[in-house]
């Protein structure tokens, strides 16, 4: 076992943990932080984004010890109660979610988009989210969210 | 959002909120004091004798609560195998054979993936670990991979019931008036096609967890399914006997189907049964590795299509032949897919007069094939829609022109086909119109012009698809096989201070039933929407359903709501006659009020449901107190949505690399309640069917293994991968549903494969190749190119 302290969505948690536990599994089996999923094992949906220290990361492919003394924003961390962030606001807007499973990491990965690349263009938005899969939108009006979000356009 | 007059509108859904701040319920995201957590032990050959199986040291492992084998399920009492929901008879009357589907491997495993062991642990790395102490001999066999060789006698064979593994041969049409026409054929054009197997590849992986209680001797199964009261009928009846009164299958939010989460699958009878043996819940997640090889695949057709023209290039007869996967079992609903959801589309937008179609189900090492997103009709408009751009090239005539000739004409309505089904209603050359006006073919010259002076090919494709949604009537479909029937439920409850809410048999996976719904009952009932919920997904809330696939859930499950809403507005106009001192016959309900004609006396919705629960005035000796009313809905035909597609391509000759230019969709889906939702499904099905021409392929080695089995090798459609596209729609009403609606959930994956590849072809025309394909990627197009030089 090994201690870790990591802020997780403003509150700070010690634990201790198995070296070998996944950054995901500790949002999810321990914390209950279930926004975050899973759905794949290869590192290649994006379903799992998280921001590290201010950067996406996909939690599937970062040990829980790894976020030893860093702070981590889940989907859960965006927005507080019954208000949205830009970002998950304009998803909305732009019916940029189905099922919404991919819909958590994607955000958080627009997110993290935005927070570098104020003004994308379509090609910037469609490279800077090919992390991320989506199986329902056909990614078309993920695009449109991303535009909305950064206030290029409105619906 | 506080219209009351929905219909129409493109309101924003109301399930957002909860997806987008990470709070929707998935089945993995539910835990049951006291779970056990599963993993299967799978096989990882396609085809072996299973012998000796030691599973004495996982046993014994740190965390282990059990081991179970087949042979502990058949010692357990009465269990069935995993039942087919569908009989096809094939030629001369002759069954389709139907082995038996055990929940684990018996005697032999049959594909990689093929579940022989299951180990229920305290925490899933414990079940793991222990599974790689269990020792299993398995005596390998050769493995049957390819269709046609599985057929042609003296190999192995998948099951000994099936010689020479067909399941059945099956015909559709008149053989001799084909065989007629083609003889006075002026022109000929053959084809051979390959419809690529496919994943569905649902983000979210499937998940079961299984809950018996011994205190009341109830089951509770969580499952990720589109349709839970199917699951329960098919495992209640006939897998685990347990009676539909004892056992409770809920699916909360599911993570995406596509059709793979229609099926009744093994791990979700084992759960159950195992949840019984050791007293405890049993929670099974898959992980995407195991989706790969244990969810069904989708496609997999081989066929040889002949079309014969006279003179004038109008069609006079279709012949085609196909073999089709069905993998190493019989999946709930795989029979049907190649037969009544294929041969039955193949006159197209067309009044080809004469069809005869032949289908092989093949048995195969490989996972179970079944319906994904389209499900034999997407099989059907590709050998249409790219023999007829074939046969345009050759009788050196326009691929818009030669589709314009043949359209069934609107005065045509209702139009019988040679192939048993009747089109209710459409306009075919109007979504055609459309299509062209938005794709701007008119400026294609310039466009290909332009692309070559950079050194590039461009082409422009068209694809006009029919589609057959919300499958039915019962007694039809039944005469065809089907052992369910295809109505749905709806109940409508209306509580006491006028909120409503509805429970019905369809379920939303994406799909945003919850909006789309609420805004026909708002609408109908002159309340807001936000008076209105949804419930869908718990067989121990929703009386009956057959769930959501096929695109059937507005036509059909819409359709039973609007049925109940109207039995609730003829209760309610009883309850004001009385109220208002009217005669029953003078009492209108408009805008969300009940009123004696041509008075200014009303009663409010709200009041009159007031009354219905404290019936202090009230007829009570005509008529029962409450306002909740059920019904069941059985449609009188299929609806049958139409378009047509164009996409526009520009290729690299010296790379092959294909880059989507336009994209164009105009679909005739009937009447729309929420254009929103619509466009997102239409543009759903692009990105799939695109994905299937360009991008993916489920592929298996000779050994039987699946090569493409995880993201890294299946290659999955990206934010890159696509353009944006143009949607947009024509209307002509489906005439036997209240709504006039016809459904648009699977039209983007029928139409967008040929559409895509008929571009590609004409932008390979210089090069004389004629066809290409799927998925048509940079190597298969650089390699065409190159021999064509």
């Given at each position: 076992m090994t201690e870790i302290v990591v802020e997780i969505n403003g509150r700070s948690i010690r634990r201790q943990i198995e070296p070998n536990l996944l950054l995901v599994d500790l949002l999810r089996q321990d914390l209950d932080l279930t926004g975050t999923h899973v759905g794949c094992d290869t590192a290649q949906c994006g379903a799992c984004t998280v921001h590290i220290d201010g950067h996406a990361a996909k939690a599937c492919n970062v040990l829980a010890v790894q976020v030893d003394g860093s702070y981590v924003t889940t989907i859960e961390g965006l927005s507080r109660g019954n208000d949205m962030s830009v970002v998950q606001a304009a998803f909305k807007e732009a019916h940029g979610l189905q099922c919404g499973f991919c819909t958590p990491g994607m955000v958080m990965a627009a997110t993290d988009l935005l927070s570098k690349t104020p003004k994308p263009t379509e090609a910037e938005i469609r490279t800077g989210l090919k992390g991320n899969i989506c199986r329902c939108t056909g990614y078309h009006n993920i695009v449109k969210a991303v535009q909305i979000a950064s206030g290029q356009t409105t619906v | 959002m506080t219209s009351t007059n929905a219909i129409g509108e493109a309101v924003k859904r109301r399930e957002d909120f909860r997806f987008l701040k990470g709070l929707g319920r998935y089945t993995d995201d539910i835990n049951i004091p006291r779970q056990t957590y599963c993993y299967f032990l799978r096989s990882s050959v396609a085809h072996a004798q299973i012998g000796r199986i030691d599973v004495s040291q996982a046993l014994v492992a740190p965390g282990v609560v059990a081991v179970f084998t087949q042979a502990d399920i058949d010692a357990s009492g009465p269990v069935g195998g995993l039942p087919c929901g569908w009989q096809v008879t094939g030629k001369d009357g002759a069954v389709m054979k139907e082995p038996k589907h055990p929940i684990l491997a018996a005697g032999k495993v049959r594909h990689v993936g093929d579940p022989i062991v299951a180990v229920i642990a305290e925490t899933l790395a414990e079940a793991r670990n222990a599974a790689e102490l269990i020792d299993v001999e398995l005596a390998e066999l050769a493995a049957v991979v390819d269709m046609k060789k599985a057929i042609a006698g003296g190999g192995q064979t998948v099951h000994a019931e099936a010689p020479d593994n067909l399941c059945y041969d099956w015909e559709l049409g008149d053989k001799a008036a084909v065989d007629a026409a083609f003889a006075s054929a002026a022109h000929v054009t053959k084809l051979d096609l390959v419809n690529n197997r496919l994943i569905a590849n649902a983000i979210e992986p499937r998940v079961a967890i299984g809950h018996y209680e011994l205190a009341n001797g109830d089951y509770t199964l969580y499952t990720t399914s589109q349709n839970p009261h199917v699951i329960r009928l098919l495992m209640g009846a006939f897998v685990l006997q347990i009676p539909e009164h004892k056992l409770r299958v809920y699916a909360p939010d599911v993570g995406g189907g596509f059709g793979s989460k229609i099926f009744h699958y093994a791990e979700e009878a084992f759960v159950t049964w195992a949840s019984k043996q050791i007293l405890r819940p049993v929670k099974w997640t898959a992980d995407r590795s195991e989706s790969f090889i244990t969810d069904a695949h989708g496609r997999d057709h081989v066929t040889h299509v002949e079309m014969a023209f006279d003179k004038n290039a109008n069609i006079i007869a279709l012949k085609c032949e196909t073999l089709a996967n069905m993998g190493a079992y019989l999946s709930t609903f795989a029979p049907s897919v190649p037969t009544w959801l294929h041969g039955t589309l193949l006159a197209g937008q067309y009044r080809t007069p004469a069809i005869h179609c032949n289908v092989k189900a093949v048995f195969t090492n490989t996972v179970p094939v079944d319906a994904y997103r389209g499900a034999g009709r997407p099989e059907a408009t590709f050998i249409l829609e790219r023999t007829l751009s074939k046969a345009a090239r050759e009788l050196g005539l326009d691929q818009i022109e030669i589709r314009r000739r043949n359209f069934i004409k609107n005065d045509q309505f209702p139009y019988q086909t040679p192939v048993a089904v009747v089109y209710d209603t459409g306009d075919y050359a109007a979504s055609m119109d459309k299509a062209i006006e938005l794709a701007d073919v008119s400026g294609f010259p310039a466009r290909k012009a332009a692309s070559k002076a950079k050194g590039k090919l461009r082409g422009l494709g068209v694809a006009s698809y029919i589609e057959a949604c919300g499958i039915a009537p019962s007694s039809l479909v039944g005469s065809l096989g089907a052992r369910a029937g295809l109505f749905e439920a709806a109940t409508v409850r209306v509580n006491p201070t006028g909120s409503v809410t509805v429970l019905t048999g369809s379920h939303s996976h994406g799909q945003g039933h919850e909006t789309t719904f609420a805004q026909v009952v708002a609408e109908k009932l002159g309340i807001p929407m936000e008076s209105v919920e949804i419930v869908h997904g718990d067989t121990n809330r929703v009386p009956f359903g057959l769930g959501t696939y096929g695109s059937r859930s507005l036509a059909v499950g819409g359709t039973a709501i609007v049925n109940a809403l109207d039995k609730v507005i003829e209760k309610g106009r009883k309850i004001a006659a009385f109220l208002l001192e009217a005669a029953e016959a003078d009492i209108e309900f408009k805008d969300g009020s009940f009123q004696v004609k041509g008075t200014d006396k009303k009663k409010a919705f709200g009041e009159i449901s007031l009354a219905a629960y404290v019936?202090?005035?009230?007829?009570l000796e005509t008529l029962e107190p409450g306002l909740e009313e059920t019904a069941f809905y059985d449609p009188k035909n299929f609806t049958f949505p139409a378009g047509t597609y164009i996409c526009e391509v520009e290729i690299d000759p010296r790379t092959g690399e294909v880059v989507i230019a336009s994209f164009v969709a105009a679909d005739d889906f009937g009447n729309i309640v929420n254009p929103m939702i619509v466009e997102g499904q239409v543009h759903g099905g692009l990105a799939q069917g695109i994905g299937q021409a360009l991008l993916e392929h489920a592929v298996y080695d000779d050994n039987g293994q699946l090569k493409s089995g995880s993201y890294m090798d299946y290659t999955m459609p990206r934010a890159d991968d696509l353009p944006s596209f143009t949607v947009a729609t024509t209307v002509t009403a489906c005439t036997h549903n209240p709504l006039g609606v016809k459904g648009c959930g699977e039209a983007g994956a029928i139409g967008s494969p040929p559409a895509v590849i008929n571009a590609i072809c004409d932008a390979l025309s210089e090069y004389g190749v004629d066809h290409i394909d799927m998925p048509a990627t940079p190597a298969r197009i650089w390699a065409a190119i190159r021999a064509a030089k």
């Open positions: - | 019936p202090h005035k009230y007829p």
